[in-house]
């Protein structure tokens, strides 16, 4: 269960807590893009995820956007951030974690990943050994196979949380 057990869980990515990221001594940021920054219909990025993006890279993050899906989703996505992008990742495979290390010029104890999905973003950064954030996802209309994982992510999203809870009240 550790493996699928997120560092910070949160509501989204404007719940995040930077400090706290810091702290940790995290620089860099991996950052899912599909029910993380966006619903996983939707092309670009709000007012609002732009601005947190920014404020991110103001704070003084770098970013890199990784997301299993297809290249032309996140190039269309990415065409006014123009942030460092890695499409089909096939996570939770490491490969683009480790891609995404190296563009970003960070390392598994300098860098975190973002993201809404425990058995892609949560199991492969903590395979990785970085600093993994789960967010609640932005849309309840998925993708059919998603909508089939996110069953069984509830489940055992809520074993997670009740052993977070019990490690608190050590």
């Not at 029910?35 to 219909?41: C, G, I, S």
């Not at 932005?138 to 909508?147: D, L, N, R």
């Amino acid at each position: 269960m550790n493996l699928l057990t997120p560092d910070m869980y949160t509501e989204s990515i404007f719940q995040i807590n930077l400090n706290k990221l810091k702290s940790n001594n995290i620089k860099g940021l991996i950052i899912d893009i599909d029910n993380t920054l966006v619903a996983w219909d939707i092309e670009y990025a709000s007012e609002d995820t732009k601005k947190w993006l920014l404020k991110l890279l103001d704070e003084g993050f770098k970013v890199c956007l990784v997301s299993n899906n297809t290249e032309d989703r996140v190039v269309k996505f990415n065409e006014e951030l123009k942030l460092p992008a890695i499409h089909r990742a096939n996570k939770p495979r490491t490969g683009a974690f480790k891609k995404a290390m190296a563009r970003l010029g960070t390392d598994v104890n300098t860098t975190a990943i973002i993201g809404d999905q425990i058995f892609t973003d949560i199991l492969g950064g903590n395979r990785m050994g970085i600093y993994t954030v789960l967010v609640v996802p932005i849309e309840s209309k998925e993708f059919w196979w998603t909508t089939i994982v996110r069953r069984v992510e509830r489940h055992v999203l809520r074993v997670v949380l009740k052993e977070h809870r019990k490690e608190g009240e050590k």
